[in-house]
């Protein structure tokens, strides 16, 4: 148990379809991270979220929109995926942005994209 | 541009001691993580070394040579538990982590 928990565990879903991850933080962290894991590959940062605004977006195609309502919760909403999408999506969280500051990761969402 | 460099797979016996790799090229340096994951589980913090030399902690010791862009993460007395991937991720002068793809290690009785 990290403090941080992203639902649901596992989607499927197709192209044409809208769906959003929820991840959530239980340990007072100000900075919130969307992450991609595919196989093989190292770690993709999408989103970073310090004090509920935006500062970082790393060129993710518009299909992939973040909400941050508030700093212990980030969603990811999806819309007209593609199946090169099908990853693991991670959320994580750090007191702050930079420093010495571990990220606490949650446990993914599996997406596949049919 | 940036880039890690960690071997890929490397494959270790139980109770012996194993020194994963990793080298890097960032646009500056404000330290050095290394995380381990298991599979089909959330990556887990191991250590951060922000100077140069030799961090211990239990079984598991980092080291970090700024000026060589090199860092090494070793694990003492290997039990079966230690197989994971391991991923070493700098920081960049923008406080970002750069990931590399990790090294998956397997232990073997």
């Known amino acids: 148990e990290t403090g941080v928990t992203q639902t649901p565990r596992h989607l499927v879903m197709g192209m044409t379809n809208k769906k959003s991850l929820k991840c959530e933080q239980h340990?007072?962290?100000?900075?919130m991270y969307w992450y991609k894991q595919s196989a093989k590959k190292p770690l993709e940062l999408m989103f970073v979220y310090n004090f509920k605004e935006q500062t970082e977006n790393n060129s993710v195609p518009s299909r992939f929109s973040p909400e941050c309502p508030n700093s212990s919760h980030l969603f990811l909403h999806l819309h007209t995926l593609q199946p090169e999408d099908s990853a693991l999506y991670l959320c994580a969280s750090s007191q702050e942005i930079g420093g010495s500051g571990e990220l606490f990761f949650g446990e993914g969402s599996r997406l596949t994209v049919l | 541009g940036q880039n890690i460099d960690q071997p890929t797979e490397m494959t270790a016996t139980e109770g012996a001691i194993v020194q994963i790799n990793c080298t890097y090229q960032?646009?500056?340096?404000?330290?050095l993580f290394w995380y381990q994951q298991h599979a089909g589980e959330a990556p887990t913090f191991l250590s951060y070394?922000?100077l140069d030399g030799l961090e211990e902690k239990g079984r598991f010791s980092s080291f970090l040579s700024r000026s060589k862009g090199y860092s090494y993460l070793l694990l003492k007395e290997l039990q079966m538990k230690d197989s994971a991937s391991y991923l070493c991720a700098p920081m960049d002068s923008n406080y970002q982590l750069i990931w590399g793809a990790g090294t998956k290690l397997i232990i073997k009785p």
């Open positions: 960032t646009s500056g340096f404000n330290g």
């Open positions: 340990l007072g962290h100000n900075a």
């Open positions: 070394n922000v």
